[in-house]
């Protein structure tokens, strides 16, 4: 008896005598395969044929190696911890954030490992994970620190000063690899930082990591689910998990944004590729003009269409976003000076006296009526027309045709120095070895473009009439009645704002009865990004409709 006695203060004396930090030393999150049979069997139902999934998660990548880097750095970040940022952090906007740093309420290494937290949290849940990162950059964390460490320092609340960002992994960092979300490019390292990355870095902010994307920009299978990639697996909407599409190929910047897993993400567009995600997933999405924001090294489709762009849970932060990538970038020949400060004129912009077009026939979706209603209420003259049927015949052949010569354009010059696969066919013949993990929905638009055989000639006659039309599709109410901007829904027309390369601003405008996310739309002319801007902020002072997903508070 005296021995159980002593033995059970023994126990109580070194449990008693544990240090402060290993008391509040959480154990390492780990993340395990499940067995995905019935779960597609489900899928297999659902009523969208390209939502019908053949896997959920990839069979390449190891989630683990996404956050296990951070495990040391995470330690002593508790679940306490994590909730007691939440209020600071979550649906906030930048100046919000921003201010919380300057009233030491918050610091840049916190809300950087909240963020990493919250991402490992969920994708290690396979009954909540969205697949939507792909991999964490290892500096983060240290960089976060750095900027704490500079002491008391006046920032800008209306900076990417110590905000972390996601990126779309078609886009070129030097020390992640860049995969466009294809095994081929698994090892695409080291590679130069694409000319908007060092912009953002010029500004300070925090490349956080990278997203997931449908797989080449949604440029490679045909009829495939919009959010796959070999490497990423199926990114899926927080909103409505694997019942709702994500949208593309944007997919993984839309959902983290939306799932509040950055301060805001990094996508591109050739056409919708912005505007779809951003509305499946209640964000605002600007598809800027061409040229706005630098393409090089990115992982192109069209060197006609291609941008990058913000995504952001509110206009502000896109403005502030957007200011910090801009800038002439010398390797692009479309690319032009920046110079403007976007966030100007937010603060007071108006809906009165705009002039705004709206169409017809989606008249009968009542989003869209409630939206007008309210653009009519602020004050905007609303102008109904019928748009024009025009075609824009020949547009796959455009993507083709560019594709086929602008990809080896950028292995040759963009992509590290291991990726030895040079083109289109090379790579189909790659994904062939084992199309079960890489091609599993096949390759068709690869299969297309490599049978491509459009002369540099007609390509460049393609381009200018696809352009002409696309302008055309704009421009003639736009004169008719002198509009600020016509008002679409989602990426219902963003084919004719890639050929007439008009910006696009896209802005929540609430939710289905499903509870499906839906945006508005507002397209302008040519650099005209500030009216966007101004008519977006406007439009969401009094309307402001994201609400976050419930699963993921």
């Given at each position: 008896?005296?021995?159980?006695?002593?033995?059970?203060?023994?126990?109580?004396t070194l449990?008693?005598?544990?240090?402060?930090?290993?008391?509040?030393?959480?154990?390492?999150?780990?993340?395990?395969?499940?067995d995905?049979?019935a779960e597609l069997e489900?899928?297999a139902?659902?009523?969208?044929e390209?939502?019908?999934?053949?896997?959920?998660?990839?069979?390449?990548?190891?989630?683990?190696?996404?956050?296990?880097e951070?495990?040391?750095?995470?330690?002593?970040?508790?679940e306490e911890?994590?909730d007691?940022?939440?209020?600071?952090?979550?649906?906030?906007?930048?100046?919000?954030?921003?201010?919380?740093?300057?009233?030491?309420?918050?610091?840049?290494?916190e809300?950087t490992k909240?963020?990493?937290?919250?991402?490992r949290?969920?994708?290690?849940?396979?009954?909540?994970?969205?697949?939507?990162?792909?991999?964490?950059?290892?500096?983060?964390?240290?960089?976060?620190?750095?900027l704490?460490?500079?002491?008391?320092?006046?920032?800008?609340?209306n900076?990417?000063?110590?905000?972390p960002?996601?990126?779309?992994d078609?886009?070129?960092?030097?020390?992640?690899?860049?995969t466009?979300?294809?095994?081929?490019?698994?090892?695409?390292?080291?590679?130069?930082n694409a000319?908007?990355?060092?912009?953002?870095k010029?500004?300070k902010?925090?490349?956080?990591?990278k997203?997931?994307?449908?797989?080449?920009?949604?440029?490679?299978?045909?009829g495939?689910?919009?959010?796959?990639?070999?490497?990423?697996?199926q990114t899926?909407n927080?909103?409505g998990?694997?019942?709702?599409?994500?949208?593309?190929?944007?997919?993984?910047?839309?959902?983290?944004?939306?799932?509040?897993?950055?301060?805001?993400?990094?996508g591109?567009?050739?056409?919708?590729?912005?505007?779809?995600?951003?509305s499946?997933n209640?964000?605002v999405?600007?598809k800027?003009?061409?040229?706005?924001?630098?393409r090089?090294?990115?992982?192109?489709?069209?060197?006609?269409?291609?941008?990058?762009?913000?995504m952001?849970?509110?206009?502000?932060?896109?403005?502030?976003f957007?200011?910090?990538?801009t800038?002439?970038?010398?390797?692009?020949?479309?690319?032009?000076?920046?110079?403007?400060?976007?966030?100007r004129?937010?603060?007071?912009?108006?809906?009165e006296?705009?002039?705004?077009?709206?169409?017809?026939?989606?008249?009968?979706?009542?989003?869209?009526?409630?939206?007008v209603?309210?653009?009519?209420?602020?004050g905007?003259?609303?102008?109904?027309f019928?748009?024009?049927?025009i075609?824009l015949?020949s547009?796959?052949t455009?993507?083709?045709?560019?594709m086929?010569?602008?990809?080896?354009?950028?292995?040759q010059?963009?992509?590290?120095?291991?990726?030895?696969?040079?083109?289109v066919?090379?790579i189909?013949?790659?994904n062939?070895?084992?199309?079960?993990?890489?091609a599993?929905y096949?390759?068709?638009?690869?299969?297309?473009?490599?049978?491509?055989?459009?002369?540099?000639?007609?390509?460049?006659?393609?381009?200018?009439?696809?352009q002409e039309?696309?302008?055309?599709?704009?421009?003639?109410?736009?004169?008719?009645?002198?509009?600020?901007a016509?008002?679409?829904i989602?990426?219902?027309?963003?084919?004719?704002?890639?050929?007439?390369?008009y910006?696009?601003?896209?802005?929540?405008?609430?939710?289905?009865?499903?509870?499906?996310?839906?945006?508005?739309t507002?397209?302008?002319?040519?650099?005209?990004?500030?009216?966007l801007?101004?008519?977006?902020?406007?439009?969401e002072k009094?309307f402001?409709?994201?609400?976050?997903p419930?699963?993921?508070?």
């Amino acid at each position: 008896m005296k021995n159980l006695f002593f033995l059970a203060f023994l126990a109580l004396t070194l449990f008693s005598c544990k240090s402060e930090t290993e008391k509040d030393t959480e154990p390492a999150v780990v993340w395990e395969r499940n067995d995905e049979t019935a779960e597609l069997e489900e899928q297999a139902q659902h009523e969208v044929e390209r939502m019908q999934f053949k896997l959920i998660n990839s069979k390449f990548l190891d989630k683990n190696t996404i956050w296990n880097e951070f495990d040391e750095e995470l330690a002593d970040f508790t679940e306490e911890k994590y909730d007691s940022l939440k209020p600071l952090i979550l649906e906030q906007d930048i100046p919000q954030l921003q201010r919380a740093v300057q009233q030491a309420k918050l610091s840049y290494e916190e809300l950087t490992k909240f963020y990493i937290y919250r991402i490992r949290k969920f994708e290690s849940d396979n009954d909540l994970s969205l697949n939507a990162v792909i991999a964490l950059n290892p500096d983060v964390v240290e960089d976060a620190r750095e900027l704490d460490a500079r002491g008391k320092l006046r920032v800008n609340e209306n900076s990417m000063y110590g905000m972390p960002v996601l990126l779309k992994d078609n886009i070129n960092t030097d020390n992640m690899p860049t995969t466009a979300g294809a095994i081929a490019l698994a090892e695409n390292t080291p590679a130069e930082n694409a000319f908007i990355v060092e912009r953002l870095k010029d500004h300070k902010a925090l490349i956080l990591g990278k997203v997931n994307l449908s797989e080449w920009a949604y440029y490679f299978c045909e009829g495939c689910p919009l959010g796959y990639s070999a490497v990423g697996g199926q990114t899926l909407n927080p909103y409505g998990r694997k019942q709702f599409e994500t949208g593309g190929s944007s997919s993984g910047s839309g959902v983290a944004v939306a799932a509040n897993y950055a301060v805001a993400a990094v996508g591109t567009e050739t056409a919708g590729s912005i505007l779809s995600p951003s509305s499946k997933n209640s964000v605002v999405g600007l598809k800027p003009t061409v040229g706005l924001l630098s393409r090089s090294g990115i992982v192109p489709i069209s060197s006609t269409l291609d941008t990058p762009g913000p995504m952001t849970k509110s206009v502000i932060d896109n403005a502030i976003f957007l200011n910090a990538m801009t800038g002439k970038d010398t390797v692009d020949a479309a690319s032009v000076e920046g110079g403007k400060n976007y966030v100007r004129g937010l603060e007071n912009a108006t809906l009165e006296e705009k002039r705004i077009g709206v169409m017809k026939p989606l008249m009968a979706d009542s989003l869209y009526n409630a939206a007008v209603e309210h653009l009519r209420a602020q004050g905007a003259e609303v102008i109904e027309f019928q748009p024009a049927e025009i075609p824009l015949d020949s547009f796959t052949t455009l993507l083709d045709a560019d594709m086929k010569k602008d990809l080896p354009a950028y292995i040759q010059t963009g992509a590290g120095d291991n990726i030895e696969l040079k083109n289109v066919e090379e790579i189909i013949a790659f994904n062939e070895e084992d199309s079960v993990v890489r091609a599993p929905y096949g390759q068709q638009l690869f299969e297309g473009i490599a049978a491509d055989s459009t002369s540099a000639e007609e390509l460049e006659k393609l381009s200018a009439r696809l352009q002409e039309n696309g302008r055309k599709f704009f421009d003639v109410p736009m004169q008719e009645h002198n509009l600020d901007a016509v008002l679409s829904i989602n990426n219902y027309h963003a084919a004719y704002a890639a050929v007439a390369k008009y910006p696009a601003l896209t802005v929540p405008a609430g939710y289905e009865t499903t509870g499906e996310p839906k945006n508005v739309t507002f397209i302008a002319k040519p650099f005209e990004e500030q009216k966007l801007l101004e008519l977006g902020a406007a439009f969401e002072k009094n309307f402001r409709k994201r609400k976050a997903p419930k699963n993921y508070n």
